[in-house]
Every structure is written in structure tokens, then in C-alpha cells.
């Protein structure tokens, strides 16, 4: 195997992208996705089963096409690596499969990773960027997930230090857009709604940050009371008769999400003294998130890396990506026998290490 | 050669030589876990059968019927491995391999030839208090267990009326042989005649609920 640049083939199978990602060493060849996004979109959110079976469907197709885009053959790979958590299990179970029949057909290694932990590596791949300095603190945010991570390195050291509650950031757009009469997917709606709305008009609550939940839960996050209180003052409006002022409220809810998530991220990186804020997942699309990021973080001296959007988004190229960190740093392949983890701790980079 | 991949009920991989001869098969009866040992059933099945993936010309895929999230693990092996190798998928029905088995075996010891009927039901599990069934009458000149209705999901307590309805003997199946499954791939191949379905046999639309507008939350 190919070490110093290991030729890899990821397949992400988490939610509902079906990604199919080729690197070589930290270049990227191809992010291939076929998303069931709109197949979803009449239900309000993400139906595990459909998702399930549009992986089944895409995944062939996806790959000749990611080869075709990269311009290698199957034989000329180093490694397969697929997710296997967390995320939805029958939709994991789909890549599993189908990468450990790859690999064993290949006869050739298989890594198996943190979905996660993977979003963090999609940053690697964003070749104008400088090289990714270490400890940094990670943001993630995207409709399945919302994690504050501590990452000291890649390949061996990652520490959760909180995550949701209840409600990922993304799913709390999509609830608050459909609560708002807006479709799915949420978060552009809301963006959208919000461009000519006041931030200030209307405070919601942030969730999990008053004095007496900060000792338990400092850098966790709660969006469901957030989201019941924008049912409620939508409500009250509607009860009295008034129009209800849907640019305001979207720019007042978004508000709420966006300050909760850059308060705690910014407050991470300043008890860990790390000065420097990764942002990761889907939800970092969303202009006003970036926006106060930047903008915050500046005033505390604190550099903020965005990998490029299409590898914020669940992909493929991020699991080959990792998996590549994984194989520079001469670890071992997984072995065979490793299964789809919904809820894989973000501490473990790497599943059923082959260490014999 | 041929590799059969089959997860409609348990998990179950074999080799089988193009004429037919089962060279290895191995399974595992968990009826969860398929993505656990898809991958070490597939390299175990190789190895008993002192073959390797360049050797196989054919992957049988077992396309169910069966309750999905299993399903679709074999499936998506099935095609991968195929793509690895640059070799076609066969998509078989799964409850033809039983058929066949059940079918060979009493041809052999000729008790079916005593029974009543000559149709019978091949009976899975389809979770969800119901069970699919698939009618088959005897082996046809190709050598393929001839299917008279195709699989279908019935109540659990109205599949004997529909059998006897039928007269369709019932033979309920808690596994599926893959080296029979490849052997029908053999088969339908010399007879250059498709057998199974290019997609899954869910027979089940995925479970959704429409959502019901806002719910109030009150004051
Ligand atoms: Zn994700």
C-alpha cells in the first residue's frame, strides 16, 4: 500500500446523501452525492426507510461515476473507507455492505471511520487553506448533528465536549420553517424569510446558557425549548387576530440558534485557551452563522477555518479523507467484523482497528 | 464461478461452480446484524472454496422477499462485488432457492411425488404479524422451480386460507441456501432467461407519516 499518498474511495451512507468521495493523500479527486433530499421533502424531514432505500438505488451508480470524474480504476485504490456511524443504522448498514464486498472483491483494505470525526477531515482537503493546526475546537452543525468537539489530532485524539440535547440546529430550521408555513429543507427558507426581518425584534430564548445550566451544561445545546417558543409567539399572534410578521420571526429565531452556537463555541476555545474554531456540517451554509462566527471570533482573537461548502455537507470525500490521515499515520486497516454504529462515540476515529 | 449473496433472512454466502456444484456456502442465523458479517462470510465463503474474487464470473444477489433493512445489506454487497470484478449481478428470487432445494430433495427421495399436491408455498417471516409467501409447481425444462404466483405479504392467520384456496402446500423456510440460490442464477443463465427482480422485493411501501400541520403548544 501506498503510504506516502494512499489512493482512497469513501462511501457515506449516514443520512440521506449517498456520498461517494476519491483522495489522493490530501488531494481530492472527485465528491460525488446523490442526495433523496426531495424525496423527503413532502414528509418535512428525513423518513429513515426512504433514505435507506435511495442509498441502495444510488450507490453503484455513484461510484462509476465518482471513478469516471477522478479518472482511476478500482484496481489502482490503496483502500476502501466507509462510515460506519453515527447516523441512521439501516442507512449506514447499506454502505457497510456494500464497501466490505467492495474491499473484499478488491482484495484490498478497508478503513472504517467516524462520520463526525470526518467533517472535521473535509477541512484537509481545502488545498488553498494552510495546513490544519492542532488543538483546535470544531464546531458541527447539520440536520442529523450539532457537537462541540476538542480536537488535539485527527488520527488519535478527539474530545466531545457537548452536543444537543434533543433537537440537531438543522432539524430545528426545518421544525420552524414548517411551523412558519415555509418548505423543506428549512434552513435556506428561514435565511430567506429572514433577509428582510429584524434580529431584534422579537428575543427568543437560548437554549442551555443560563448560569444554573452552565455547570452541567456548558457546551451543550438544547433547540426544542427554542423552537416551542416560537410556536407559542406565532400563536398568540394568530389568537389575537394580528398578522404574524414571518421576516421577524425568522431573523429573531435564527438569531437565537446562530448566538447559542458561536457563544459556546467561542467560550470552548477561550477555557481551553485554543485559538482557532473549525466549522463543520451542513447547517455552516447558512450566511449569518458564518457571518457572526467570523465577526466574534475576530474581536477575540480566535482564526476560523470554513472548509469549502461542498465538503460541509455530508460526503464521501471526507471519509476517504480521514481515512487517508489514518493510513499516513501507518495505522492498520479495520477488520471485517465491524457493524453500523448509530451512535459511534466521536472517540472513536477509527472502528475495529486491526491491531493483531 | 458463481458467488450467491443472500441477507432476506439470515445471512448466507456460497461458490458455486457454473454446473452447478456447491464448492462452499456459510451463513450466520442472526436475523440482525447482516452489515456485522456480510464481509467475513464472503471472504470465509472464498476461501473454503480455495477461490478468489478474479475467479468468480457471475455474483448471485438474493433480491428477497424480505423485511428490508436486511435486505438491502446483500444487495448492495452483491452489486459492489460485482463492480470490484467487473463481472454482472444475477438478481434471484430468494424463495426460488428454497424452492429448488425442496424441490431436488423430494425428487430425490421421491416424497413428493407421494403427497396430494404438486404446488407448494414457500413461507418466510415478513415481520409485522405477516408472512410472505411465493407458489411454485414442480421444475421446469430449464431446470428452475416454476413460480405460479409471485411473492406476496399475507396476515399471519389468512395464509392457510389462501393456500388451501391454492392448494398450494405450505413449506415455511427460516433460511435461505445460497449455494441453491447461485445454482439458479446457473441455470437461468444457460437458459439465458432473466429470474429475479433488478430492485428489492420490499412489498412494503417505507413507513411515513405525513406531517399533520403545526401542533398547537398551547399557552
Ligand atoms: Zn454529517
Redesign the interface.
Known amino acids: 500500500m501506498n503510504r506516502a499518498e494512499p489512493l482512497i474511495l469513501g462511501i457515506e451512507t449516514s443520512c440521506d446523501e449517498t456520498g461517494i468521495g476519491i483522495v489522493r493523500g490530501r488531494t481530492l479527486l472527485s465528491n460525488t452525492i446523490a442526495s433523496s433530499m426531495d424525496e423527503h421533502a413532502r414528509y418535512g424531514g428525513v423518513v429513515p426507510e426512504v433514505a435507506a432505500r435511495a442509498h441502495l438505488e444510488a450507490l453503484e451508480p455513484a461510484i462509476r461515476a465518482a471513478l469516471a470524474e477522478a479518472h482511476v480504476a478500482l484496481a489502482d485504490l490503496d483502500a476502501v473507507a466507509v462510515t460506519s456511524g453515527p447516523g441512521l443504522a439501516g442507512a449506514l448498514m447499506v454502505g457497510v455492505g456494500a464497501a466490505k464486498a467492495l474491499a473484499v472483491s478488491l482484495e484490498k483494505p478497508l478503513y472504517a471511520v467516524n462520520h463526525l470525526v470526518g467533517h472535521i477531515a473535509a477541512d484537509i482537503l481545502d488545498g488553498d487553506a494552510p495546513p490544519l493546526e492542532y488543538p483546535t475546537v470544531a464546531l458541527l452543525v447539520s440536520g442529523g448533528h450539532t457537537s462541540l468537539l476538542l480536537v488535539r489530532d485527527l488520527t488519535s485524539d478527539v474530545e466531545l465536549l457537548g452536543e444537543t440535547m434533543d433537537d440537531a440546529a438543522g432539524e430545528a430550521f426545518d421544525k420552524v420553517a414548517r411551523l412558519l408555513g415555509l418548505p423543506y429543507p428549512g434552513g435556506p427558507e428561514i435565511d430567506r424569510a429572514a433577509a428582510s426581518g429584524d434580529p431584534d425584534a422579537i428575543r427568543f430564548p437560548r437554549g442551555l446558557s443560563r448560569a444554573s445550566d452552565m455547570a452541567a451544561h456548558r457546551y451543550d445545546f438544547s433547540f426544542s425549548g427554542l423552537k416551542t417558543a416560537v410556536a407559542r409567539w406565532v400563536e398568540q399572534r394568530e389568537a389575537a387576530g394580528e398578522p404574524v410578521p414571518v421576516a421577524d420571526v425568522a431573523a429573531g429565531f435564527r438569531e437565537a440558534v446562530v448566538d447559542v452556537l458561536v457563544t459556546k463555541a467561542l467560550a470552548a476555545c477561550r477555557d481551553h485557551e485554543v485559538p482557532r474554531l473549525l466549522l463543520g456540517g451542513g447547517v455552516i451554509a447558512n450566511r449569518r452563522l458564518r457571518e457572526a462566527a467570523l465577526e466574534r471570533a475576530a474581536a477575540e482573537g480566535v482564526t476560523v477555518r470554513i472548509p469549502p461548502l461542498s465538503l460541509c455537507t455530508d460526503n464521501g470525500a471526507m471519509i476517504a479523507a480521514l481515512a487517508a490521515e489514518l493510513v499516513m499515520s501507518g495505522r492498520p486497516p479495520s477488520t471485517l467484523g465491524f457493524g453500523a454504529d448509530s451512535t459511534l462515540p466521536v472517540t472513536e476515529i477509527q472502528v475495529a482497528e486491526d491491531v493483531a | 464461478m458463481i458467488l450467491g449473496?443472500d441477507?432476506s433472512l439470515g445471512s448466507t454466502v456460497a461458490v458455486v461452480e457454473s454446473d452447478g456444484v456447491v464448492r462452499s456456502q456459510v451463513e450466520s442465523a442472526d436475523p440482525r446484524?447482516?452489515?456485522?458479517?456480510?464481509?467475513?462470510l464472503?471472504?470465509q465463503a472464498?476461501d473454503e472454496a480455495s477461490v478468489?474474487?478474479s475467479d468468480i464470473a457471475y455474483v448471485a444477489a438474493g433480491m428477497g422477499p424480505g423485511p428490508?433493512?436486511g435486505l438491502?445489506?446483500?444487495?448492495?454487497?452483491?452489486?459492489?462485488?460485482?463492480?470490484?470484478?467487473g463481472i454482472p449481478v444475477v438478481p434471484v428470487t430468494s424463495h426460488d432457492a428454497v424452492a429448488l432445494e425442496l424441490l431436488l430433495h423430494d425428487a430425490l427421495t421421491g416424497g413428493f411425488e407421494e403427497s396430494a399436491a404438486d404446488t407448494l408455498a414457500i413461507v418466510t417471516d415478513a415481520r409485522r404479524r405477516e408472512f410472505a409467501y411465493t407458489v411454485y409447481r414442480g421444475i421446469d425444462d430449464d431446470g428452475l422451480p416454476w413460480r405460479v404466483a409471485e411473492p406476496a405479504l399475507i396476515p399471519r392467520d389468512g395464509l392457510d386460507a389462501r393456500l388451501a384456496e391454492l392448494g398450494a402446500l405450505r413449506r415455511d423456510a427460516d433460511r435461505i441456501p445460497s449455494g441453491l440460490l447461485a445454482v439458479c442464477a446457473a441455470r437461468a443463465l444457460a437458459a439465458g432467461r432473466e429470474i429475479g427482480p433488478a430492485?428489492?422485493l420490499?412489498l412494503r411501501s417505507?413507513?411515513?407519516?405525513?406531517?399533520a400541520g403545526?401542533?398547537?403548544?398551547?399557552?
Open positions: 449473496i441477507t446484524g447482516h452489515a456485522e458479517v456480510i464481509g467475513t464472503i471472504a472464498l478468489r474474487p428490508f433493512t438491502r445489506v446483500g444487495i448492495a454487497a452483491a452489486r459492489t462485488f460485482a463492480l470490484g470484478c430492485d428489492a420490499y417505507p413507513d411515513v407519516t405525513l406531517p403545526p401542533k398547537k403548544v398551547g399557552t
